[in-house]
């Protein structure tokens, strides 16, 4: 924590400043969980160790609940396992993420007190809960909570009154990380990070928040590294700023934002972004051509028919039915039209599940085109290191290259590649993917503009998986493996 320190915010209450200047991706501070645990549904589908999705996990043989990719991650995650492992025995059933998470917090404050380390700036029990501030049903939830809490936690004779559980309860709900996988595309599960709880909301911050996963690979457990978050400044901070970090995703609507920060952490945005409507014209444009304009009619049937069709698309989304999927996002974009602006959260997000689908379906030629146009209106919207733009700008680079758009694909994964330095760093797992890829893309390119009639020849073998004979046996070896490049790692973790 040598680069921030507790302050006073004023209204916000307690905040994080810089102690010196930092530059854009210099890492703030980093963190490892006080507890962490994997979500109900993936529960056998992830490691509860480190976080990773993974295929053929290894089970717990006691509670047969956890599961790890090796005996590696089992091991370093016995102490947290330990006392919940022999709760579950004892109840026989695995209760809620929610109940697990909050008994993981209290044995740790139990074994270790609520400071863990010389650079803990507060003890989590000391963190807001905002119980108070509840609404009825999430208090009868709470109260259903504590009461299959007390059933499962043990320590001993150790007891803590209802109050206090539910104390537990509240600073996990106002304070939980989610996590994400190693791929970043999907949410996987919740945990507490005491630091980085005390950096404030803004929606157009000056740092963005990462799950490293650490490395376990190593034969020598002393090169281990810990799972941990990571703070990383978006640009230059200078000395004394405050440092904050988004709750909310910025596509939204200003008063939209403050509504979800307002329900989910208990305060009123009054950033720059909200109490000006920075965008917000933009988000709901109307379209406009040589100077013309849609009347405020038209713009109003277009929205509404767009809110519909979107929750008609979530339902077969929700089916699998992803051809029926495109029927509603063709409907939806014809209908949208001349009528709303490409930069209109409506028509962005129709876009964006349009080229998710056609890419799983391997319309690449049609998903590239609806892509670009999706990531030309993510970039008049985002925060320019935007961690989400850096994604989506990934994920259309593949889709492109993927439908043979050589040059813009190779284009836009160096672009994805740049933001994705500032926001995850060299050594994260999908900046080292998306490396990888841009330099093989950089090769593929240099022998498209080299020999293109060769070149569609070999592409055409490989996407037909057919054997050819080449004076470059290299390029076509190079060829197989990018077209085969692994696309479901970039494209499709919503869908699965």
């Known amino acids: 924590m040598e680069s921030a320190e507790l302050f006073d915010a004023g209204k916000k209450g307690r905040g ?23 979500f109900d549904s993936l529960a056998t589908q992830v490691c509860h160790s480190c976080f990773r999705h993974q295929a053929n996990l290894h089970r717990c043989a006691q509670c047969k609940f956890a599961h790890y990719c090796d005996r590696t991650c089992q091991t370093a995650c016995w102490d947290e396992h330990k006392q919940e492992c022999g709760a579950i025995r004892k109840i026989s059933k695995v209760p809620s993420e929610n109940v697990r998470l909050a008994a993981r917090v209290l044995w ?25 501030d509840l609404p009825e049903e999430d208090l009868k939830q709470l109260k259903t909570d504590v009461h299959t809490f007390l059933e499962y936690w043990s320590c001993g004779r150790q007891q803590h009154s209802a109050d206090y559980i539910s104390h537990i309860f509240g600073i996990i709900k106002c304070n939980g990380f989610t996590l994400s996988d190693q791929r970043g595309l999907q949410a996987v599960g919740v945990g507490l990070f005491p630091n980085l709880c005390l950096v404030n909301h803004d929606c157009w911050p000056n740092c963005t928040v990462i799950l490293n996963h650490g490395n376990q690979a190593a034969v020598s457990s002393a090169l281990h590294s810990q799972r941990r978050i990571e703070l990383r400044a978006l640009g230059k901070i200078s000395a004394g700023q405050e440092l904050t970090v988004s709750y909310v995703d910025f596509l939204n609507l200003s008063a939209d934002r403050q509504r979800k920060l307002k329900e989910r952490f208990h305060f009123e945005c009054s950033c720059e972004h909200c109490s000006q409507h920075i965008k917000d014209d ?18 109003k049937e277009a929205t509404a028919f767009s809110k519909d069709c979107l ?32 930069t209109n959260l409506y028509k962005l997000r129709v876009l964006s599940v349009a080229s998710e689908v056609l890419s799983y379906l391997q319309s690449f030629p049609d998903a590239a085109n609806y892509a670009r146009r999706m990531v030309e209106g993510y970039t008049k919207l985002y925060h320019p290191s935007n961690a989400q733009l850096g994604m989506a700008i990934m994920r259309a680079g593949v889709i492109h290259w993927h439908a043979g758009q050589i040059e813009v694909g190779h284009s836009m994964i160096c672009k994805a590649y740049a933001i ?10 999908i900046t080292r993917d998306l490396e990888s890829m841009r330099m093989q893309t950089e090769m593929e390119l240099k022998m498209f503009k080299q020999n293109e009639c060769e070149y569609h020849t070999m592409r055409d073998a490989a996407l037909k998986n057919q054997p050819m004979v080449s004076i470059h046996p290299p390029r076509h070896s190079l060829l197989s493996k990018l077209l085969n490049y692994s696309v479901s790692k970039f494209l499709f973790g919503n869908i699965n």
């Open 16 to 38: 994080l400043r810089a102690t010196k200047e930092l530059n854009a991706g210099e890492v703030v501070f980093a963190e490892p969980s006080f507890s962490a645990v994997v």
């Open 108 to 132: 740790r404050i139990y074994k270790d007190t609520g400071i863990v380390s010389d650079s803990q700036l507060i003890s989590v029990d000391q963190l807001q809960d905002h119980v108070a």
């Open 282 to 299: 933009l988000m709901m444009a109307a379209a406009e051509s040589e100077g013309n304009k849609p009347s405020a009619d038209q713009v």
């Open 311 to 342: 929750e008609k698309i979530e339902r077969s989304r929700i089916e699998k039915d992803y051809h029926q999927v495109m029927k509603l996002c063709c409907e939806c974009l014809e209908k949208q039209g001349n009528v709303l602006a490409d």
């Open 420 to 429: 994705l330095l500032i926001t995850h760093g060299p050594n994260h797992a």
